[in-house]
């Protein structure tokens, strides 16, 4: 059965603002102009939102200042805010809305001014997100980096995973990074560049860590049918789902398994469609462990072989499946909160429109969104119109495999007594030819005595 949001919504537009150290802006500034370009790539105004979606770090009415700045009074407001994912996270609740009529036309939208406040020793507003968490705070934790190096130590314990193949991960991104202009870090960089720098927190260094950026990013998204007479060729959303398994590192049951496991299979039900069909991969890459963990959990590759599928070259251009085609949180942009971006290049790759970085006949991305310490999954495939009747077809097979399955037992339990019937008929034939041979073998002698007795008859007559 084709679920009911499946292909019912699509991105029609997506913007975004320079990437790196923006001095002078506001994180509001940044989201109006990202929110500008992509309502302009969507061929639509302002004036025409009526949901608005938003989160930030720490501000607790952050919907209602972005409503207020941008000057829009919607009908659908949402700032829940689960960490990095939520942008993810809000496509999910922006599907449901525009669905059901609550509004006409979404927009997602995210600014932040992480770099130029880290720069001028700004203080984060509304303080670390982390502070005060039960049974943890008091020991001082370094996080979020403290918590992602506590699961990569374990999962390398476990699954016997190396520095270089951890490595290999920084050095995959790089590779799209070059390919990508708007990305900040385009260097080249190798796995001894990467295993030698800087210790941050063991086993990472300096580059298994995300960047620091300033950066806008925004969508916009509006019902199917409307879409398709908008300006741009539109992405549909034809699965999301979304995985919440703890809040505090030490309460993750199994540290080498994410959120992933819940959000991934909710994602590919609605949609209709499994691993093997995406053709692009976007995940949240905070840390270099994150992606390992995630294509795992999503299915893509098998639980303790992540870290040999990126160095073996897999998820790096030419690759068997790409991942991260941007250049990822960390080599291309990370403000904070990347779930945004992760989304836009999903968008991006499915329109073709990518340049050297273009994955060729892209028609199913997958977009994961990463919250919290690990605690939220957000997960969400996007296709293009090739695609929406898929599950559609997929449907039809599988019903037609069930009739062939159903014929075929039939048939097996008719077997016994058509065989019967058929031995039967061969024994009855076999039995009839036998007795014509045998009469055929004596109908010339019975003739010639027929024929002699005949003959004595006429003769005594005369």
């Known amino acids: 059965m ?28 940044l989201l109006a102009e990202a929110s500008y370009a992509a309502l302009d790539d969507a061929g639509l105004k302002l004036t025409d939102v009526d949901g608005l979606f938003v989160s930030s770090m720490g501000r607790v009415f952050h919907p209602l200042q972005v409503a207020e700045y941008l000057g829009v009074k919607p009908s659908a407001i949402d ?109 080249p960089l190798t796995i001894e560049d990467v295993s030698r720098a800087r210790m941050i927190c063991d086993p990472f260094t300096l580059y298994d860590c995300c960047l620091v950026s300033d950066a806008g990013a925004a969508l916009v998204m509006t019902r199917a049918d409307r879409a398709r007479s908008l300006k741009q060729k ?85 690759g068997k499946l790409p991942v991260n085609t941007n250049g990822g949180g960390m080599s291309c942009v990370h403000p904070g909160m990347y779930g945004m971006f992760v989304s836009i290049e999903a968008v991006e790759q499915l329109r073709g429109n990518t340049g050297a970085r ?32 898929a599950e559609a077809r997929t449907t039809k097979r599988a019903s037609a495999k069930k009739v062939v399955k159903k014929a075929a037992k039939k048939a097996a339990k008719k077997a016994p007594k058509k065989a019967v019937k058929k031995a039967a008929k061969k024994s009855a034939k076999k039995a009839a030819k036998k007795v014509a041979k045998k009469v055929a073998k004596k109908a010339p002698k019975k003739a010639v005595k027929k024929a002699v007795k005949k003959t004595a008859k006429k003769a005594k007559r005369r």
């Open 79 to 187: 700032g829940t805010n689960v960490g990095g994912s939520a942008f993810v996270n809000a496509i999910q609740h922006a599907a449901m809305a525009l669905h059901n009529g609550v509004c006409n036309v979404a927009l997602i939208a995210y600014g932040s001014t992480s770099r130029s406040d880290r720069k001028s020793g700004t203080p984060r507003v509304g303080g670390n997100p982390n502070a005060g968490v039960m049974y943890q705070s008091e020991y001082k934790p370094m996080l979020p980096v403290g918590s992602y190096a506590l699961v990569a130590n374990r999962y390398m314990h476990e699954y016997g995973m190396t520095r270089d193949q951890l490595s290999s991960v920084a050095v995959t991104f790089r590779k799209w990074a070059q390919l990508n202009p708007r990305a900040e870090m385009r260097g």
């Open 2 to 29: 084709v679920h009911p949001l499946r292909g019912q919504t699509a991105v029609v537009g997506v913007g975004l603002t320079k990437f790196g150290d923006l001095p002078g802006k506001t994180h509001l500034e």
């Open 234 to 318: 539109p992405v549909y959303m034809l699965g999301i789902g979304s995985g919440t398994s703890h809040d505090q590192i030490a309460q993750l049951a199994d540290f080498t398994v994410t959120a992933c496991a819940m959000s991934g299979p909710r994602a590919f039900g609605m949609a209709g469609l499994k691993p093997k069909d995406v053709d692009v991969i976007e995940v949240y890459d905070a840390f270099s462990i994150n992606p390992i963990l995630f294509l795992e959990d999503l299915g893509f590759v098998k639980k303790g072989e992540g870290g040999a599928f990126f160095t073996e070259g897999h998820a790096a251009p030419g």
């Open 358 to 389: 273009q994955v060729e006949g892209a028609e199913v991305a997958l977009a994961n969104g990463n919250g919290g310490l690990l605690s939220n999954q957000s997960t969400a495939i996007f296709g293009t119109a090739a695609t929406l009747g």
